[in-house]
């Protein structure tokens, strides 16, 4: 072993300690992808999709200075279309299911929800099955589909800060127009009974927007972090999940690295924000939500292995880039959201858990 | 003035909001709601949706860990 990869073993550590940054804001800050897709059909509200455009707006910006100024070295590859497109679907689809994306579903098993154990499981085994397991063979064939221009930066041949300049215009728009939008209406808070710091980090309603910005900056930290330990990306949950599940099997170190110890962060850090806040219960679902959260787990390591990554490796992260990829997944995402949800939210099979909602009269 | 009570415990999100509206189309206007719910976003989605609809919020409490109670009038 070679005195860099000794360093290497030791700044692994630099992924647990963001993720667990990123799991706390996640948590505190209510940000749920997978809401924000779903939102857009079922109440037809761009506020939570707004503040997810805040992300890659941000990011960006970041992780293009950052090329620029020769920290981190992006580089354009092919656009797998066909796999983007079926995984993308699949895997928005899935994530109804599931209750929550690949992130929201190790965030919310930080906060105790056993249906997300459930699904985080399932999307492990999926993951890897479809990574490196017995259906790897579907995902290197569906995959192989590809056109070879992988950006639209190099597509159109321009600097790829015009397309930053564009993105952010747009979403800085629809930031203003959701704030004057929220400026005409009271919506209540919880009563403070905390202050100070610990009001803010473990009581107080983080707005969206805020919570998209902080995201955002951890989003660009993690491109040289993870780049200091040999892993050339930003932030990934899916395949250091796959990971994970082979690790299980066969105790390989080779694949303990920067990303596992993302993911594996991301459950700590949430578990402490819901433990701080007072928001960590053990949540059991009923059998419906069981069922629907184990299908939706290995639904999101399908989908999420076809498309060559999740709501964060593909529609935050290579959306930020300008991929082909990314922006053809985040598309088909919210397509298949939509499709699920209404199925499984606005359709008849279930309105709410039960056919009608129990109601008490008490006064 | 009557209140209805609708429990949600143990449902995950977006169901608490999905049977609040629900709840809120069968009963009369002037009437409060009280919404009990353990689904942390509901934090957020809940007063959000009354804030949206004009509906004037008479009490939001934390009932323990990871519980919540909110309640919403008909106007």
């Known amino acids: 072993m070679t005195l860099d990869q000794v360093s290497d073993g030791h700044m692994i550590i630099t992924g647990l300690l963001l993720g667990a940054v990123l799991g706390f804001v996640f948590q505190r800050g209510r940000f749920c992808v997978t809401g924000a897709f779903r939102d857009l059909f079922t109440i037809r509200s761009t506020r939570w999709f707004t503040a997810f455009m805040v992300i890659v707006a941000v990011q960006s910006i970041g992780v293009f200075a950052l090329d620029a100024l020769g920290v981190i070295n992006l580089e354009g590859g092919t656009f797998p279309w066909l796999g983007t497109i079926l995984g993308g679907f699949i895997f928005g689809f899935a994530i109804i299911l599931a209750g929550g994306c690949a992130t929201g579903t190790y965030y919310r098993a930080g906060e105790g929800l056993v249906g997300s154990w459930f699904a985080l499981i399932c999307y492990i085994a999926g993951a890897a099955a479809f990574r490196f397991g017995p259906l790897a063979g579907t995902t290197d064939a569906v995959r192989s589909v590809e056109m070879q221009d992988g950006n639209l930066q190099e597509a159109l041949g321009v600097t790829p800060w015009i397309l930053v300049i564009l993105l952010v215009a747009g979403v800085g728009v629809a930031v203003l127009r959701q704030l004057n939008r929220e400026r005409q209406m009271h919506k209540v808070q919880l009563p403070a009974l905390k202050s100070g710091i610990s009001h803010v980090l473990t009581e107080k309603a983080w707005h969206p927007f805020v919570t998209a910005a902080i995201i955002g900056i951890i989003a660009i930290a993690a491109w040289p972090l993870s780049w200091a330990t040999g892993r050339e990306a930003g932030l990934g949950i899916t395949g250091p999940s796959a990971q994970i599940g082979v690790f299980l099997g066969t105790g390989d170190m080779e694949l303990v690295d920067w990303g596992m110890m993302l993911v594996l962060g991301l459950l700590i850090g949430s578990f402490i924000a819901a433990k701080a806040s007072g928001e960590f219960k053990i949540r059991v679902p009923d059998a419906q939500t069981t069922v629907r959260s184990i299908i939706g787990g290995l639904g999101m390591g399908w989908g999420a292995a076809w498309a060559g990554g999740c709501t964060i490796g593909n529609a935050m992260v290579n959306t930020a880039t300008f991929s082909f990829q990314g922006w053809t997944a985040l598309l088909f995402m919210v397509l298949g959201t939509g499709v699920a949800a209404k199925i499984f939210i606005m359709g008849g099979g279930r309105k709410g858990a039960t056919a009608t909602p129990k109601l008490t009269t008490v006064s | ?75």
Not at chain 2, 19 to 28: D, T
């Open chain 2, 1 to 75: 003035m009557t209140q209805h009570v609708l429990e949600t415990d143990g449902q995950v999100c977006p169901f608490p909001l999905v049977e609040a509206r629900q709840a809120m189309e069968q009963i009369a206007s002037g009437d409060e709601l009280i919404i009990n719910f353990d689904c942390t976003q509901g934090t957020d989605s809940i007063p959000q949706w009354a804030a949206e609809n004009g509906y004037p919020v008479t009490d939001f409490s934390k009932r323990g860990a990871a519980e919540w109670s909110i309640t919403v009038r008909k106007s």
